[in-house]
């Protein structure tokens, strides 16, 4: 399929075991986003990729969350000694470049879960 | 900063009947967008409609239409003959320079359509 996917879909880890979820954009978009999502939230944002432009991690909750995007293309979200609080959804969207009229296109998610 | 409100947690209406969903959005930037998506209770984050803040006319797609009182600072959506597929969360989502062109995403509406 052309859309935004995800892996894995679902992830169940023990608190303090160290977690990776990947997200492939749509093929030539340059702007990446990760996304939140707790249980009957609304998105918090995280972190963006636009390019070879440094990331804006201000979003971040705290140092164990860490993202790269390698190539321009897939981006890996890592989240070190997991803690309970982190059981969420993490949404992937991308979109063209960024722009302020531009819909983003999300994954389908995964959904983590920290025993 | 820029903030999205959404207050209302849950609507109901009946199928084929008209609904709005509430969002007021808050920013100093002259120029922004505004955004609704639909997510399903598959998870997967929909793009509905979007209006920018010079557009003069209401957006419209097909059943979505968006309600656009600049001076009131709101942007709510209109469902017109609702079918039972349109039970979801639904969320107001806005964009502007002041924000980075991150998309700042509501707290959403959970719509649930009765036969």
């Known amino acids: 399929g052309a859309g935004v996917s995800q892996s894995p879909s679902n992830k169940v880890t023990e608190k303090g075991k160290d977690v990776e979820l990947r997200c492939d954009p749509i093929?030539?978009?340059?702007?990446l986003y990760w996304y939140r999502q707790s249980l009957g939230q609304g998105l918090e944002f995280l972190i963006y990729?636009?390019?070879?432009?440094?990331?804006?991690k201000s979003g971040l909750p705290s140092d164990r969350f860490s993202a790269e995007r390698t190539g321009g293309s897939v981006s890996t979200l890592t989240i070190q000694r997991t803690q309970q609080e982190d059981s969420a959804v993490y949404l992937c969207?991308?979109?063209?470049?960024?722009?302020?009229?531009?819909?983003?296109?999300f994954g389908p998610g995964t959904r983590l879960l920290v025993l | 900063a820029q903030k999205i409100t959404q207050t209302q947690p849950g609507m109901f209406v009946q199928e084929k009947e008209a609904v709005t969903l509430d969002c007021t959005y808050d920013t100093s930037d002259q120029s922004y967008g505004l955004f609704w998506y639909k997510q399903p209770s598959s998870g997967e984050m929909i793009f509905l409609i979007y209006?920018?803040?010079?557009?003069?006319q209401n957006a419209t797609e097909g059943r979505y239409s968006l309600n656009f009182q600049k001076a009131r600072k709101s942007a709510n959506l209109v469902i017109s003959a609702s079918q039972l597929g349109d039970s979801a969360m639904y969320f107001c989502?806005?964009?502007?320079?002041?924000?980075?062109?991150?998309?700042?995403f509501g707290r959403g509406t959970s719509l649930i359509v009765h036969p």
């Open positions: 990729f636009q390019g070879n432009s440094a990331p804006d």
């Open positions: 989502a806005m964009r502007s320079p002041g924000g980075s062109y991150i998309p700042t």
């Open positions: 969207a991308s979109s063209s470049f960024g722009g302020m009229e531009e819909t983003q296109y």
């Open positions: 209006q920018g803040s010079y557009d003069e």
């Open positions: 093929s030539g978009h340059t702007a």
